[in-house]
């Protein structure tokens, strides 16, 4: 089962210009978490924000939570070709003695020079 | 640090063969996963271990073991592949227990069943 989908599955944009993504999920979190891969790579970790954070910065990433409508957004502002990538959101759900992340189908963002 | 690394980077099974996945992580990570990732999916996770010595099941473990002989060290093995496996496989790791924790991912196992 998914726990969040991202919205739109994929975005065309030109260099320079914002990019921003949406991700909701179904059930209460205490964190949601923004994750990166590059074609053919694994995901690498962007940011984190937790349940009583309405938004966060992190460099040229933006990044809000809005848990009344389980939903976030990731933007990415003056984006470069380098940002081109499948951008995944997740979400942490409990699983016995530990977490497990539950990942989102994601948007695969392509960032025109 | 490597980080976590993934052998082989690529395979081409038969159906019924057998073959084993490696993960290695140099971080002293206790907590190591096993995904599968699907054209237009996010990841799935199929066994997770919470040390050495312990695994337990994902949401996809059906076809699939696992081993955690090494704190270092996560296996994942198909005892009788199926074209049904074919997928992009990724092991990751964390530092602990906490939903905080952010995860280290491999470079990925790229796996093709005939």
């Known amino acids: 089962s998914q726990q969040g989908e991202e919205d739109p599955q994929a975005l065309s944009i030109q260099e320079g210009e914002n990019a921003t993504m949406n991700c909701s999920y179904k059930?209460?979190?205490?964190?949601l978490q923004w994750y990166r891969q590059n074609s053919g790579r694994g995901l690498v970790h962007l940011i984190l924000?937790?349940?009583?954070?309405r938004e966060k910065h992190s460099g040229r990433l933006r990044v809000t939570l809005d848990t009344s409508k389980k939903s976030s957004s990731l933007l990415i502002t003056a984006s470069r070709a380098a940002d081109t990538a499948s951008y995944f959101c997740?979400?942490?759900?409990?699983?016995?003695?530990?977490?497990?992340?539950?990942f989102g189908s994601g948007t695969r963002l392509l960032v025109r020079p | 640090n490597a980080g976590v690394t993934q052998t082989p980077k690529f395979r081409v099974l038969k159906t019924g063969q057998s073959m084993t996945l490696l993960c290695a992580q140099d971080?002293?990570?206790?907590?190591m996963y096993w995904y599968r990732q699907d054209p237009g999916m996010g990841l799935r996770l199929i066994h997770y271990?919470?040390?050495?010595?312990?695994?337990a099941k994902g949401e996809v473990p059906d076809g699939y073991n696992v081993s955690r002989l090494k704190k270092q060290n996560f296996l994942l093995g198909l005892e009788s592949a199926a074209p049904s496996q074919t997928s992009v496989y990724f092991c990751?790791?964390?530092?602990?227990?906490?939903?905080?924790?952010?995860?280290?991912f491999g470079p990925g196992t790229r796996l093709t069943v005939l």
């Open positions: 990751a790791s964390t530092l602990g227990a906490s939903s905080y924790n952010e995860q280290f």
């Open positions: 059930t209460s979190i205490n964190n």
């Open positions: 924000i937790r349940s009583n954070e």
């Open positions: 997740a979400t942490a759900s409990r699983m016995d003695s530990s977490y497990k992340l539950i």
């Open positions: 971080m002293n990570h206790e907590y």
């Open positions: 271990s919470v040390g050495e010595g312990t695994t």
